[in-house]
């Protein structure tokens, strides 16, 4: 589902089906879902809020892990000429950084 709180401010959520191609090979018997699997969804929500692709990773930090079938809250929030996100799970931060959107 996605939420527009307001222009400088996008939200969406998220769950990676354990189906998903990539978890096979990242971890065998202990999925995990993988940080450039996160990192696509950053950049769908950016072309659905902004109609921009993603540029540029600026920055990012993956803090915890996100297993096949868990939900998550993604959000992008505007930072000037740059946008921050943050992926959470029940409030506990999975993942954030910054990144560049173009054109």
């Known amino acids: 589902m996605d939420r527009c709180n307001a ?3 996008y ?5 990676i089906a354990p189906e ?3 978890l096979p090979g990242h971890f065998p018997g202990h999925p995990l879902v993988p940080g450039v699997v996160l990192l696509e969804y950053v950049a769908q929500a950016l072309r659905d809020w902004r109609n921009q692709r993603l540029a540029r990773v600026r920055e990012v930090k993956f803090l915890a892990s996100l297993h096949p079938g868990e939900s998550a809250d993604l959000e992008l929030m505007d930072a000037s ?3 921050r996100f943050e ?3 029940e409030g506990n ?3 954030r950084g910054v990144i560049e959107g173009a054109p």
């Open 20 to 22: 998903h191609p990539c």
């Open 7 to 9: 222009n400088d401010r």
């Open 93 to 95: 931060i999975l993942a």
């Open 81 to 83: 000429d740059l946008i």
């Open 11 to 15: 939200q969406r959520a998220l769950c």
């Open 87 to 89: 992926l959470r799970r």
